[in-house]
């Protein structure tokens, strides 16, 4: 008599940028949250979790601390080790979601309710976590099923989505300090570097669009880029220029920081004047 053997692997906590990386669309990548930024008012928030695929989802909410820190030449990268921001900064061990637990139908939708309850000696300023949404689908998928004697392999996507959280306690505001901007020439064979040091100077993150405008000799604009992101800490920041974009010359880079971005509403986000910092620039 023939016989079948069903194997099950589970793909642990794969976040949904890996799974862009690799081309790989699991059903779990189908559950969506909304907002992608939380802000606490008055101590409470919520989001909401919606099943877009067509098998139940098990969702578990937890949270844990951090934040985008960069090297000295401002690559960008999550650091999750600063223990003593966490203490200062840090909410984990102040905020609840309820429920934690729950299973998703497809085609259903549940609100998370988050709840914070600072500490009475807690200074004025913005406070932050990390609320980590890990959904897996109750149904795998079966990759191989042909005759008697086939082996089945089933697979269990335990996939890991994060949104910020921030609380704000007090009056708060962003506020930044562009300074020693330089350009490193050839940093690769594609690129230029430019890289500069960014300081918060008020009590709450930068979110936002930072620009980096080239104006050559003639004052006219002709290179420009993009990037909405970030800013926690003091550090390092950079853009990366096509070295065919820029000719040998005299440049003004133009750094430009504004706390506006599409994802984060005007009237909740942290109010910051922009700020613009010139550099002149010489290519040879």
């Not at 609380?167 to 708060?172: N, P, Q, S």
């Not at 922009?274 to 040879?284: A, D, L, Q, S």
Request: proline share 5%; net charge positive; hydrophobic share 40%.
């Amino acid at each position: 008599m023939g016989f079948r053997i069903r194997t099950r692997l589970a793909v642990g906590l794969v976040s949904l940028m890996g799974f862009i990386g690799l081309g790989i669309a699991p059903a779990a990548a189908q559950v969506t949250i909304s907002p992608t930024t939380v802000f606490i008012q008055n101590n409470f928030g919520s989001f909401i979790v919606i099943n877009n695929s067509n098998t139940n989802q098990d969702i578990q909410v937890g949270f844990e601390f951090g934040y985008p820190e960069a090297d000295s030449l401002g690559n960008v990268s999550l650091s999750r080790t600063d223990t003593t921001l966490a203490l200062t900064k840090g909410i984990d061990s102040q905020i609840r979601a309820f429920p934690r637990a729950f299973t998703l139908a497809p085609g259903q939708r549940q609100t998370v309710r988050l709840t914070v309850r600072p500490e009475n000696a807690q200074p004025n300023g913005v406070y932050w976590t990390r609320a980590r949404i890990t959904s897996t689908p109750q149904a795998g998928v079966i990759t191989a099923t042909e005759g008697n004697d086939a082996v089945a392999t089933q697979l269990n996507f335990i996939f890991n989505q994060t949104i910020g959280v921030f609380y704000r306690k007090g009056d708060v505001a962003a506020g930044v300090a562009i300074s020693n901007g330089r350009l490193i020439a050839n940093h690769d064979e594609a690129n230029h570097l430019f890289v500069y040091r960014v300081e918060m100077t008020r009590t709450a993150p930068f979110l936002g669009r930072i620009q980096l405008l080239v104006f050559n000799s003639e004052n006219r604009e002709v290179f420009k880029d993009v990037q909405i992101t970030s800013v926690y800490t003091n550090g390092m920041r950079n853009f990366n220029i096509p070295v065919d974009a820029l000719a040998p010359g005299t440049y003004t880079f133009r750094v430009v920081y504004e706390a506006e971005r599409a994802d984060v509403p005007r009237a909740l986000n942290f109010p910051m004047e922009p700020t613009v910092m010139n550099f002149p620039v010489t290519i040879r």
